[in-house]
């Protein structure tokens, strides 16, 4: 671990071990220049196809390609087109003829350099093209950082749903360069950090408190509390995917707040809220339901409510109602009383999965 | 193992070794009616999605899915299109969209009934749909049998070529129904059994004699022979597939014959001839070349010749001009003088891989 002057750290690793699919998360300043070395060692690729949205390959691929080529890869630029509404089985097939143009062959390393969207549909891809490419993803965004990066999780949309088509794909290596964050807008920083306050608070009390602390210096991008912040967010997501990599345990608890985060994306077609804000309120919501059926004592929500509010996240759930917020929660259409794995909170740090209905969750009155 | 009067086995079970991924593959007469059972053990499912073409429908389906809910899973059945014109994108994309009506979750079993070509495209939606559900394959003609139900390469074409987008996807258990074969034309009976001789000729020159004495049997579906056949060729490939699940060594070997099959196949634009028919071409091929090449002794191309032909399997290359095979091997357009990882013979049930350029397996002259 080096230090600049301040003491401030510069670098760190941060492990995911998955057996025979562990891998690094890197975690610093100036990677992109020095990731391409680390790149060639983990995936023994010859060449590199780095998959990027213009915006996003126009300011850092400059960074990045020199890198790769000086450790010895072969490169091409294959951009993709930005945004959700364009992670489709339709994109995964331009990408797949990219490929093909750049001649991809199995020492092909795909490098997702974007925030969760590109990671999403170029790990789609790296994981089905020719049965699987090697796969190295450097977000550029706080929410892919934390959140995207770690799990192996990738996909792409349907016309029916969200992320209904993937697999459970792990990248060799993840290069976090936290300079990629200057360029990111406040509001999305905040976002971001929705999830890392997720993290503190499902698994990591003292983590939460240390956000009470200073979340404002981490939105303001402060290098001293910046890095070590990311390092515990992508930890203890790493720790609790280790024990669950393809989630039928204890990842679920990782979905705290994504319940209402969900209902509330799909009722407004996902325009004018970010996914890290629609999690902010799902969060709240369920700290407050959580206290309301004494499962944690109160206090809990006061505390994620002032924390969320310093940010400028939302916190209140949008005036739909009742009725279309129900009908968002069933999952089972069929089925109208069937039971969702609720995450709710214990206590701060601790939180466990519920079995409620959707009348359970959002009970009449509230 | 129970026998019937004759003395014939009636049922045969070969596992297929890889670690927690393994699975058997169940093999025997009016195993339609009883699979069920089995499937919901293997799987935990509570539903059953069963994929396949209209015309295997009609004919099997009445069989497997009152044994289905028999064993307590709701069935569904999903008509997919015949033929691997369809085996793209587009048709999983109608896949998923089925799998959706159906209302299929995780625990849902996708159930592949039918040739190579449906066990690919289902065996691709399962890796993929929900990021992956079980899966589990009924493969009804004799190549999907030996070839395609070992080893859970799923995957479907792109426009630019065959098998291009896909995953390693094992399935939860392979139930091979050898009644199936009764409707299956001796043409392609014939094709299938071009995968079984390859199986012996790479591995078992003990299983190569023995169909050197009894392929017509093989090919007549007599009994006493059709059974123990089928399960040697399954169990030579689970072997393999045991030893190196993603063809990065031994699992190439299967390949013999293939070099040139799919160049045959690529001109001939996957008309007019039968994989198993231009596997048959291709192995011969190598038969002569690997004795041309002094690596393995005079006779044995003899032998594969003599036993193709008493199937009534074609031989001879057909006449499209050598600079036209050429082409078609070379795999990297860019390196004219590639090698290839040609599949050669050392003897009979005995293979290796040599590196050639398409020059150097289609010398001029011959």
């Not at 967010?233 to 707040?257: F, P, Q, T, W």
Request: a positive charge.
């Amino acid at each position: 671990v080096s230090k600049d002057k301040g003491g401030a750290r510069r670098f760190a690793t941060v492990p995911v071990a998955l057996g025979d699919r562990s891998y690094p998360i890197h975690i610093g300043s100036g990677l992109l220049g020095w990731l391409g070395g680390e790149i060639a060692r983990h995936t023994k690729a010859t060449r590199a196809a780095v998959v990027t949205v213009p915006a996003v390959g126009r300011r850092y691929a400059g960074r990045l390609l020199p890198s790769l080529r000086e450790a010895g890869l072969e490169t091409g630029q294959i951009a993709v087109r930005d945004g959700d509404s364009h992670k489709n089985l339709r994109e995964a097939a331009r990408l797949y003829d990219a490929l093909l143009d750049f001649r991809a062959d199995r020492a092909t390393v795909v490098v997702a350099l974007g925030g969760g969207t590109v990671g999403d549909l170029a790990g789609f891809a790296a994981a089905t093209f020719l049965r699987g490419l090697p796969f190295v993803q450097i977000p550029t965004t706080l929410l892919a950082m934390v959140d995207a990066s770690v799990g192996g999780k990738v996909g792409v949309n349907l016309p029916r749903g969200k992320n209904l088509v993937g697999a459970f794909y792990q990248p060799r290596l993840v290069g976090i360069d936290i300079d990629t964050l200057a360029s990111l807008p406040v509001r999305e920083r905040a976002a971001g950090l929705a999830e890392v306050i997720k993290a503190g608070l499902l698994w990591d009390a003292a983590f939460f408190e240390q956000l009470e602390g200073n979340a404002e210096n981490v939105l303001r991008l402060k290098p001293e509390v910046l890095l070590p912040t990311i390092e515990r967010a992508c930890a203890i997501k790493a720790e609790i995917v280790a024990e669950d990599e393809r989630e039928s345990g204890r990842r679920m608890l990782l979905n705290l707040g994504h319940t209402l985060a969900h209902a509330i994306e799909s009722l407004s077609r996902y325009r004018g809220i970010l996914h890290g804000e629609a999690v902010a309120i799902g969060m709240l919501f369920a700290a407050r339901r959580s206290e309301a059926l004494g499962l944690c004592p109160p206090g809990v929500a006061g505390r994620v409510e002032r924390l969320l509010g310093r940010l400028g996240l939302p916190t209140d759930l949008p005036p739909y109602p009742r009725r279309a917020y129900l009908s968002a929660l069933r999952v089972d259409k069929k089925r109208r009383d069937a039971r969702i794995q609720f995450v709710a909170l214990r206590a701060v740090g601790r939180a466990e999965t519920v079995p409620l209905t959707p009348a359970e969750i959002l009970p009449a009155g509230e």
